[in-house]
């Protein structure tokens, strides 16, 4: 029996463009977006844990080898893949990447089915911010970011940037103005997370809410779990979505 045995798969479309889905668990939504190198057991595993908190879990499954770990081999065969890529803008900046669409059309279909004030959305890594960018969208009613790392951060602008358009930036900005916070999660000498932090509290004050952990680690949920992390995103969700 393999991790995911237990979990529905599925596939969402929008725009043309088609993904892998695996949902889990009743309740309020929650999309969970992995990090390189995919759905890795801690990734599912952290999955599990906001399954039996009482939520609906979808995990998109946009690029790497479900199941498969953390490893030079998987790290590898999927990181040149998904920096040349069109659906992810690695280093631009003031951009949304492309596949920030195909995201919030995927919240706002599990909303529309499970109704009440919103999805969770919680992004990692390399995908940690397109949980921001999905809170364009007014189904997403609690956005994560963890260790959010695009653009990369080469030079001063691509650390403090938000992949985000101005356009976009504006939406969060206003949406934060009227209530919709945002919880972020890194380890305060993570250099792969940059500025953007900073940024974030500038942009949208006391809307962010910050959690730095102590130490060089990087992912907070997962190969680095920080279990205070994980409850702040479970009480997160469950004041945001109940």
């Not at 929650?30 to 039996?52: N, R, W």
């Not at 960018?133 to 007014?138: L, N, R």
């Not at 997403?140 to 970011?145: D, E, S, W």
């Not at 792969?192 to 932090?197: L, Q």
Request: net charge neutral; with cysteine.
């Amino acid at each position: 029996m393999t991790l995911l045995d237990s979990w529905t798969r599925g596939e969402h479309t929008a725009d043309g463009t088609t993904y892998p889905t695996y949902r889990k668990g009743s309740g309020p939504g929650v999309v969970i977006i992995h990090e390189i190198p995919g759905l890795t057991p801690s990734v599912i595993g952290f999955a599990e844990e906001v399954v039996a908190a009482g939520f609906t879990v979808v995990l998109p499954h946009l690029f790497g080898t479900p199941e498969a770990p953390v490893g030079p081999k998987s790290m590898l065969s999927t990181f040149p893949k998904v920096c040349v890529s069109r659906e992810f803008t690695t280093m631009a900046t003031g951009r949304t990447s492309p596949i920030a669409g195909w995201l919030r059309s995927l919240a706002r279909s599990l909303h529309e089915e499970l109704g009440g004030p919103g999805v969770g959305a919680l992004g990692m890594c390399f995908t940690g911010g397109f949980a921001l960018a999905m809170m364009v969208d007014t189904s997403v009613a609690a956005p994560v970011l963890a260790q959010p790392s695009l653009p990369f951060p080469v030079g001063r602008k691509r650390a403090a940037d938000l992949n985000l358009s101005p356009e976009d930036l504006a939406v969060v900005k206003e949406r934060a103005a009227g209530g919709c916070a945002v919880l972020g999660l890194r380890y305060e000498k993570d250099v792969a997370t940059g500025t953007r932090f900073e940024t974030l509290t500038r942009e949208i004050g006391d809307a962010f809410i910050r959690v730095d952990f102590p130490g060089r680690g990087h992912s907070t949920l997962t190969e680095h779990r920080q279990q205070e992390g994980v409850d702040r995103v479970l009480e997160f969700f469950g004041d945001k979505l109940r």
